[in-house]
Every structure is written in structure tokens, then in C-alpha cells.
């Protein structure tokens, strides 16, 4: 299988993107995907999670700024970011995993994308 994410670009503080990712060769719908960032020098982190069964978690840095959402039809997720910061500056992968609760460990995540880049600078 392979997931592709799109969407990222350079956009001033406080402004908005709309990240996608798109699986080809996956169930998609069986399973749990999420959102990490890695930005330069640092490791990667978890950002958002929506399970199979549209249950949501966030790190608490983005809640009320980001919104996870995806739509198992056309086997894509999305990452609604609005007041972008330039903290918020990173490469974003996607990920699909099949963990038994609800995870923000990237180990339970087999699956991934090649990453989006979002800068945010003015």
C-alpha cells in the first residue's frame, strides 16, 4: 500500500492549510490514522489521531486550532490547520496503524507516508 500526503506550502502566521492524505492498497477504513510532524533537529511527535471509529485525540498544542477528519469512501484523511504558528513549522507524515486503543505512540503506526512540508514564517 501507499499513502500520500498533500496539501502543505509556506503561509503567514495565523493563517490556514489543509493537509490530505490519500491510501491506495489499504483498507482504509479498518484503520486507526494519524498525524505526526518532525521539524529540523528534533524528533518526531505526535500531532492528531482519529481510530476507525472516528474517536479523536490531540496533542495539546494544537487542540482548537487543528481538526482531524477523514473520509473512508474516498480513503482519505485530512488535517484541518487554522492560526498556524511558526512553531507549527514542520515536515507532516500520515501513518495508518491497527493499535488496540486509541495511540499516540508512533510505533503503533506501520504504515506511512514520504511527508508535507509546512512552513509558517512571515
Known amino acids: 500500500g501507499q499513502l500520500v500526503e498533500s496539501g502543505g506550502g509556506l503561509v503567514q502566521p495565523g493563517g490556514s492549510l489543509r493537509l490530505s492524505c490519500t491510501a491506495s492498497?489499504?483498507?482504509?477504513?479498518?484503520?486507526?490514522m494519524a498525524w505526526f510532524r518532525q521539524a529540523p533537529g528534533k524528533e518526531r511527535e505526535f500531532v492528531a489521531t482519529?481510530?476507525?471509529?472516528?474517536?479523536?485525540d490531540y496533542i495539546e498544542s494544537v487542540k482548537g486550532r487543528f481538526t482531524i477528519s477523514r473520509d473512508n469512501a474516498l480513503k482519505t484523511g485530512f488535517l484541518q490547520m487554522n492560526s498556524l504558528e511558526p512553531e507549527d513549522t514542520a515536515l507532516y507524515y500520515c501513518?495508518?496503524?491497527?493499535?488496540?486503543?486509541?495511540?499516540?505512540?508512533?510505533?503503533?503506526?506501520?504504515?506511512w507516508g514520504q511527508g508535507t512540508q509546512v512552513t509558517v514564517s512571515s
Open positions: 501513518a495508518l496503524g491497527d493499535p488496540l486503543y486509541i495511540s499516540r505512540n508512533r510505533n503503533d503506526y506501520d504504515h
Open positions: 492498497g489499504f483498507v482504509f477504513g479498518t484503520y486507526h
Open positions: 482519529i481510530t476507525r471509529h472516528g474517536a479523536t
